[in-house]
T-cell receptor
Framework: GENVEQHPSTLSVQEGDSAVIKCTYSDSASNYFPWYKQELGKGPQLIIDIRSNVGEKKDQRIAVTLNKTAKHFSLHITETQPEDSAVYFCAASIYWGLMFSGGYNKLIFGAGTRLAVHP | DVKVTQSSRYLVKRTGEKVFLECVQDMDHENMFWYRQDPGLGLRLIYFSYDVKMKEKGDIPEGYSVSREKKERFSLILESASTNQTSMYLC?????????FGEGSRLTVL
């Protein structure tokens, strides 16, 4: 079935270094790839997303790349800061048909990466 | 500030008890979701609703039911709680592909 694999499960970096989290998806029809950040005691929050017609997207220190052929997408955080410490989830959307209402885009989540940024 | 509010942040229940988890959103979103979050397993979809009184099973619906009587409110019900339902439960809403999450309800079943 549909699956998203995320690596690494934990990542520890020094402040100022870069961090990279990688995800692989199984359904070639997936066309939307969001990344969520979950801080301690809070719900996940969308930080960046990318669609399948784009190869790269940047937002200040955060960037996401997508390789549709290989079915890989990655999150890149540059100049990491202690406040970047959190759990990060990738996801891939899959169209899911419904019995009575056409369909909707279901998100399949990776298992998460716990990022620790040390001062 | 738009919000998804989960009324109970922490609950402790006993095996066999009926448990209600409530979620309210103020964004007039059509879609609402209940996820379960466990370490190493990510977020798994329990149920979702695309309209009032409409619901669809997710990946792990066994042992759960839901209710959506009003557009802004989506409830998750554990008819008879079991210890393997100890987990973090996240409610979310959306009008498109994105999800806006609540802060979660951590349920412990003894």
């Amino acid at each position: 079935g549909e699956n998203v694999e995320q690596h690494p499960s934990t990542l520890s970096v020094q402040e100022g270094d870069s961090a990279v989290i990688k995800c692989t998806y199984s359904d070639s029809a997936s066309n939307y790839f969001p990344w969520y950040k979950q801080e301690l005691g809070k719900g996940p929050q969308l930080i960046i997303d990318i669609r399948s017609n784009v190869g790269e997207k940047k937002d200040q220190r955060i960037a996401v790349t997508l390789n549709k052929t290989a079915k890989h997408f990655s999150l890149h955080i540059t100049e990491t800061q202690p406040e970047d410490s959190a759990v990060y989830f990738c996801a891939a959307s899959i169209y899911w048909g419904l019995m009575f209402s056409g369909g909707y885009n279901k998100l399949i989540f990776g298992a998460g990466t716990r990022l620790a940024v040390h001062p | 500030d738009v919000k998804v509010t989960q009324s109970s942040r922490y609950l402790v229940k006993r095996t066999g008890e009926k448990v209600f988890l409530e979620c309210v959103q103020d964004m007039d979103h059509e879609n609402m979701f209940w996820y379960r979050q466990d370490p190493g397993l990510g977020l798994r979809l329990i149920y979702f609703s695309y309209d009032v009184k409409m619901k669809e099973k997710g990946d792990i619906p066994e042992g759960y039911s839901v209710s959506r009587e009003k557009k802004e409110r989506f409830s998750l019900i554990l008819e008879s709680a079991s210890t393997n339902q100890t987990s973090m439960y996240l409610c979310a809403s959306s009008s498109n592909e994105d999800r806006v999450f609540g802060e979660g309800s951590r349920l412990t079943v003894l």
